[in-house]
């Protein structure tokens, strides 16, 4: 079993006996068992022109990074400086390390 975040809450016996009889007592939800959840299929399976759809406008899906995971160490005025024009930060701190190169600021070893 995955490690828990501290915030979660797990149900009392109690607690969980009173779900299940909720569930089992509204006619528009079920519990899902094993059975259910053998015969579940993807859902680009089941309906992939929503899918082709969402996938469009959210980024086309999984497609190969063009970048590369690193980590650095930067001063922490620079680090603060790109971190307050907020969201995408790191997109431009991207773009600044390419003008730079491009200007020639930064020469190749």
Do not use: Y
């Amino acid at each position: 079993m995955p490690k828990l975040k501290p915030c979660t809450i797990i149900p009392t016996a109690a607690e969980d006996a009173a779900n299940r009889a909720a569930i089992q007592s509204d006619p528009d939800t079920f519990e899902l068992d094993a059975e259910w959840l053998a015969r579940a299929r993807p859902a680009a399976e089941v309906h992939p022109q929503i899918v082709r759809r969402h996938r469009q406008a959210h980024g086309g899906g999984a497609v190969p990074s063009a970048k590369e995971r690193v980590t650095i160490r930067l001063d922490v005025d620079i680090a603060a400086h790109f971190r307050a024009t907020g969201p995408g930060w790191h997109a431009r701190l991207n773009s600044t390390l390419r003008d730079a190169i491009a200007r020639g600021s930064v020469p190749p070893k």
